[in-house]
């Protein structure tokens, strides 16, 4: 099929403020699972779910989904986001030349990286987004994330949990090379999930390919990192909160399309799933191998492991996940 632009939005209430606020009422998981909770959608991952998914295993191929980290990623510097940089603080040349003052002629390398936690592929945590100054589970955001980082909802929390059933919806094979601007319905995602023959429900580990990262790496990285791309239309949030995923990532910068369906807003979509839906959200994921994988042999899930590195109080984390077949 080809990406069709006019069949990819629907008609918009009167203002971005109006469809926010009407998705967040309508679409809430405040108190759900407690007042308490820290996992939001990753509670939809139990112990029944991972061993389902662990069935999926069959032949004991491997696939990361991760960019790689390195000086030549997508960053431009918008919101102060670098790309990595590398530093090594013990080479192979102190070693030879005798510089690290080690016995019997033990030697080694040591190396240091610095980047923004948010830079390549990664998870939203659920203190990155509010709404109105409210963060996951209604929480006063000047309470949960301050200059000691994120006290309530760090992600620390999900260093365990996020493993389970993964499933790839090839978007891009389904529709064609999508554009820039291309919103990504509820009707197009349940579209892809019937051309795959898989379900799409409680638990799931949902990847979106778009086709943009293999775009990126075909012309270069331009506006990769910002600027316009497909992404999921604001009205899919139904469809995130009735399927009950534990997640989504996506192989584009931002999660959902871009420019954003409203004049005057900033990635709306973000601002009902993660604060009141408490969805844990992949972005900048790289799906291409697995997804020609899929293809191949037609099987469209997988066993998917992704935990976030469990540094504290962060509200976002760098991640390498791991689909296995």
Known sequence: MKADRATAGQAAPASAEQAIAEAAAAYSNWGRWGEADVLGTVNFIGPAERRAAAVLVRRGV???????????????????????????????????????????????????????????????????????GRAWNGRPADKVVTSEGDRVTGIEHLAAPVAGRGVLLDVAAVYGELPDGFAITEEHLTATAEAHGVRVGRGDLVCVRTGRLARARREGWGDYAGGPSPGLSFWSAGWLHRTEIAAVATDTWGFEVRPNEFENAFQPLHQVVIPHLGLLVGEMWDLDALAADCAADGVYEFFLTAPPLPITGAVGSPVNPLAIK
């Not at 030879?96 to 990286?113: L, R, W």
């Open 62 to 132: 491997t696939f990361s989904l991760s960019q790689r980290f390195d000086a030549d990623g997508p960053q431009k510097g918008w919101r102060r986001r670098t790309n990595p940089v590398h530093t090594m603080t013990d080479t192979g040349l102190d070693a030879v030349h005798g510089d690290q003052g080690f016995p019997h002629g033990f030697g080694g390398a040591d190396d240091v990286i610095a980047m923004p936690l948010q830079c390549s592929t990664q998870w939203d945590g659920l203190g990155h987004i509010f709404d109105h």
